[in-house]
């Protein structure tokens, strides 16, 4: 039994039981590892069903639409042996009649023991973690956080690579509104990369909130248009998304498109040892060419979707200790 | 207070004393104490006096008005370093000096239009944390957003 087991390996004060996850700034770095190490047991277990979360009952109340993120959230929690119900957009709920956030919340509060939320308000998860008792897991806010997408980044460099500290990330595309690169960036603040190299178009740089809290920080990191520049260095290369409607002029976004496109002529030049990252949907950042290379670590990533939210889920619910 | 500014503003019974506001601030004071001039207060300000603490102050005196700490804590954001006499037949019967509270909640709107503080359907009242106090710098407790000074006076300004 996976049960005894981790009684048996692992000990101590329960940091994790009934939290909620709104901010990968929430989490220190020794926490963020714990989650590491217990992603890497449920990622063993393979597709085997466990009976750890046996009679409990996950709520998915996406406001917004998701692929990956809800159905890996489902897929853990059934993998563990626990049950779902929720929805997965707000039409044919009460939410179109026009029931506020909080009333939902008290439902869904009332209904199951843990709830996994996205909505496009910022803050939503925030104020739902002020009234649900049972723990709230951000999947989402707006442009501001995805906290598990993060820590699911930061499980992906580490198994891949070994190690976060001593890296060169380089994060590029929509750096200013893109909630997983905000996340993302966050969270590699708690270790100690070597460099971080932020590459985006000027309407896409970071929001002022961010780069300050990286300059408090104390993390090395430069700001630029030009991945040419750097990829030689890179260890590891975030793609995200460029959204057409975030620019006024459409010879704006095509020319950012362009510029910012991932492609093996540029992977040619790179460390045999680089690891692209995305934190998907991609569309044409990256060249269908760089998806059969070494370098593509993004299926992968999404994969590990599932282990990470399985020692979330376990966690929060107090089903394995720490 | 100077001699000087004496020679402009007389002495005031009973009421409020305003001093070391930013320079060109009073103005904004008024607004966040609901002062538009068809209340019938006696009301005496200096704007933009020498003031070796602060460069340029303005000062203000409310006649027959004292001011609750609530006001007190939305003065503190627009003049972090006011002090607030209240005089009682012309003395100084309580001297306070602002201090922004480490957290304020429901003076001050989110500048963002998509953080859920925004939303009048939801249980919720605007919070920040104060990150800095000289100048003034909020952070939304909920979305993040930074509240500048600017912003802060800005919006007082549209309440008015």
Redesign the interface.
Known sequence: MITRKWSSTLGGVDMFNGRDVISISDFTRDELEKIFRAALKMEKSGKREQSLLKGKLLATAFFEPSTRTRLSFETAMHRLGGSVMGFSEAEGTSIAKGE???DTIRMLDSYADVIVMR??????A??SAE?AKVPVINAG????HHPTQAMIDLYTIWRELGKIDGLHVALTGDLRYGRAAASLIYGLTKFRPRKLSLVSPALLKLR??IE?FLRNSGLNFSEGENLEEIIEDLDVLYVTRIQRERFPDPAEYEKARGSYRIDTELLNRAKKTLIVLHPLPKLDEIDLRVDETKFAKYFQQAAYGVPVRMALLALLLGAVRL | MTKLDELIVRRIRNGTVIDHIPGGQSLNVLKILGIRGGEGYTVAMVMNVDSRRLGKKDIMKIEERELAPTEVDRIALIAPEATINTVKNYRVTKKMKVKLPDEIKGILNCT?P????N?Y????KPSFIVASRTPTLL????????ITHDEVVAQYALAG
Request: hydrophobic share 25%.
């Open positions: 506020n956030l909080a909505h496009h308000l910022e803050g939503a925030k104020l009234i806010d707006g442009s501001k002022k909130e300050d | 963002n998509n953080c859920v503080s939303k359907r939801e249980p919720v952070i939304c407790k909920y979305c993040g957003t930074y």
